[in-house]
């Protein structure tokens, strides 16, 4: 029942920084657990940073730990995931997802509802 939109992706110089968007519509996601996700070419879809409704815990995959940072707006019924010193390794789609229940680990078989993807491409 809950529809998503990502935007904010680009093409970004190695160091510099991006915020995707993600904008729910349908349903609140108060009670959603939330999930960024990234494929690049050849490899398989990896959790980058995911956000459990019911403690308020977040996740970040080591490769991003200390330079991404998720959040949510609930005025705006929108995710985001701010990009700071991003990495050639980085580039990929990144995804937005959600799912109907306050605790969710960050695997993307357990997320029922996606958006469409926004290219990241890191590159001088």
């Known amino acids: 029942q809950v529809q998503l939109v990502e935007s904010g992706g680009g093409l970004v110089q190695p160091g510099g920084s991006l915020r995707l968007s993600c904008a729910a519509s349908?349903?609140?996601?108060?009670?959603?657990?939330i999930g960024w996700f990234r494929q690049a070419p050849g490899k398989e879809r990896e959790g980058v940073s995911c956000?459990?409704?019911?403690?308020?815990?977040?996740y970040y995959a080591d490769s991003v730990k200390g330079r991404f940072t998720i959040s949510k707006d609930s005025a705006k019924n929108t995710v985001y995931l701010q990009m700071n010193s991003l990495k050639p390794e980085d580039t990929a789609v990144y995804f937005c997802?959600?799912?109907?229940?306050?605790?969710?680990?960050?695997?993307?078989?357990?997320?029922?509802?996606w958006g469409q993807g926004t290219q990241v491409t890191v590159s001088s």
């Open positions: 956000f459990s409704s019911g403690d308020g815990s977040t």
């Open positions: 349908g349903s609140t996601l108060d009670y959603y657990s």
């Open positions: 997802a959600a799912d109907s229940g306050l605790f969710r680990q960050c695997v993307s078989f357990l997320y029922d509802f």
